[in-house]
């Protein structure tokens, strides 16, 4: 399946269908159970943790969003392996940003509202995650072929930094 959509729906997707994931999923799945460290309705001094991976996620999904946005000059493609091979921006330090990005929003939330039912979504989101990495992969060594395998080489899965090419000399 390909669809490419035009700049304003994805501006539109990214400013509706996002927040909603990375907002209010977690934010009614808290209401769901019991809010541990809060006291008097205020997240504790340990709950308060839980913006730094909540702000870097959003950083990143931000950085890889943009590296897509400016990669297709069409609009932004909807498809399993779009038509070009992004290994410039986030995608530098990790291969999946999106899904890096996606957990750290989960796991800032988790430990900011204190909330087991938040934790139980962020693995249960990290499951499908690694299923859908392990089929994007192939996809792209399908696509890509040695291109692919040359930036895996180079580029870590999660995040890190990026491997050093042998040739230096």
């Not at 730094?52 to 946005?69: D, E, F, N, Q, R």
């Not at 934790?119 to 995650?129: E, P």
């Not at 994007?136 to 930094?161: C, F, K, N, T």
Request: proline content about 7%.
């Amino acid at each position: 399946m390909h669809l490419r959509v035009s700049r304003a729906v994805t501006l539109l997707l990214q400013g509706s269908v996002i927040p909603a994931i990375f907002v209010g999923v977690p934010l009614s799945l808290s209401r769901m159970g019991r809010r541990h460290g809060w006291s008097a309705g205020r997240p504790g001094p340990a709950n308060l943790a839980g913006v730094l991976p909540l702000g870097a996620g959003a950083g990143l999904m931000v950085w890889a969003m943009s590296s897509h946005y400016r990669a297709a000059p069409e609009g932004w493609e909807l498809a399993p392996t779009p038509d070009y091979l992004l290994a410039g921006g986030a995608y530098q330090l990790s291969r999946n940003p999106m899904y890096v990005g996606e957990a750290a929003i989960w796991a800032g939330w988790a430990v900011l509202f204190g909330s087991l039912p938040v934790a139980t979504g962020l693995a249960a989101l990290t499951a499908v995650q690694s299923g859908a990495i392990r089929m994007e992969e192939r996809m792209l060594h399908q696509r890509w072929g040695d291109s692919y395998d040359e930036y895996r080489a180079r580029v870590p899965r999660w995040v890190g930094v990026p491997a050093l090419t042998s040739s230096r000399r």
